[in-house]
């Protein structure tokens, strides 16, 4: 594992480090935007006097924190991999290059020794998995890694009730950012409660300094941040959005790990740019507030908070 001189640094020294998923840039974002916005994502951590580590397997090798060119690549090449955990083994075997999900980015991130992840959503138990079996890797990973992940929920293409009683069957908290309301991606409300809420960075770091105290092998948790209500996607779009897209994707015979990328790629298609902004603004928002919490974890552990 190669991690970045600034990221070993700011670890070393018990800065906040933030780390960031590749998927969402090589597999969830349209070209060439994808590119701009990974910038964004970065830059969000670092206004926070936190550091970014986006995490990506090149060639093989898995990197912690990226260096511009290795942006690039991701963004642009057509060869890029979505890889999961059960991937990262094989990828760093065969020499590949892929993109790492919420799933391998956690695991990785947790091996490299950081504590706080941001996405735009998490992945979760898929409608219709009673028959599919289609249950994304990443709620697994988060059951075992004990990694604070911020992200605006699930999205609404998925079974989002399933999905919270899986995290509860997992044992991962569930945490509403200044919300009762679990929230929807694209919605500010999926209409579905959270268990706990924080209202400060300070609160869910020490949510996260708590659990480290029960044990290295407990449980992540997740952080979910919600679009404020004038930002969300109007919910009459995006219930169209939702059904043409899975339309789409039954007509179409998609399965697998291409699901989420292919209904991303519809909802930009179809959304005349609105799924993006929307997408877009969760991401700044989660990469912020993952940057303000790694900063509130790393001042109590050193005492200063
Ligand atoms: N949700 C998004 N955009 C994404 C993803 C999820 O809004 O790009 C990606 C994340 O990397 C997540 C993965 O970990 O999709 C889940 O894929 P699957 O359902 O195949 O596990
Ligand atoms: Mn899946």
Redesign the pocket.
């Known amino acids: 594992m190669t991690i970045a001189d600034e990221v070993l640094d700011a670890l070393s020294d018990g800065r906040g480090v933030v780390a960031l998923e590749s998927t969402i840039l090589a597999h969830g974002l349209p070209r060439p935007d994808n590119r701009r916005i990974g910038a964004q994502i970065e830059d969000a951590v670092r206004a926070c006097g936190a550091v970014p580590a986006t995490v990506a397997v090149l060639d093989g090798v898995v990197h912690v924190g990226l260096e511009p060119d290795a942006l690039d690549r991701l963004c642009e090449s057509d060869d890029v991999l979505k890889l999961s955990v059960r991937d990262i083994g094989v990828a760093m075997a065969l020499g590949r290059t892929g993109a790492t999900t919420v799933a391998s980015t956690a695991a990785l991130a947790h091996l490299a020794g950081i504590r706080v992840f941001a996405t735009g959503g998490l992945?979760g138990v898929?409608r219709g998995a009673a028959q599919t079996f289609?249950?994304?890797?990443d709620l697994g990973v988060l059951s075992r890694t004990p990694v604070l992940t911020v992200c605006a929920g699930v999205k609404s293409i998925l079974d989002v009730a399933g999905t919270l009683e899986y995290l509860e069957t997992l044992s991962v908290p569930v945490l509403g950012y200044r919300t009762d309301a679990f929230p929807g991606f694209y919605l500010t409300d999926s209409g579905y409660p959270v268990p706990w809420r924080v209202d400060t960075p300070q609160e869910a770091a020490a949510v996260l300094l708590a659990r480290d105290r029960l044990g290295a092998d407990s449980a992540g948790i997740v952080l979910a941040n919600p679009l404020p209500q004038d930002r969300q996607v109007d919910p009459v779009l995006h219930d169209q959005l939702v059904a043409e897209g899975l339309q789409a994707l039954a007509d179409e015979g998609v399965t697998?790990?291409d699901?989420?990328p292919r209904l991303l790629e519809l909802f930009h298609e179809r959304s005349g740019g609105e799924s993006l902004r929307a997408n877009v603004e969760l991401v700044l928002a989660n990469a912020r507030l993952a940057g303000e919490v790694a900063v509130a974890a790393a001042d109590v552990a050193a005492g200063r908070g």
């Open positions: 992945g898929h289609d249950v994304s890797a697998g790990k699901v989420t």
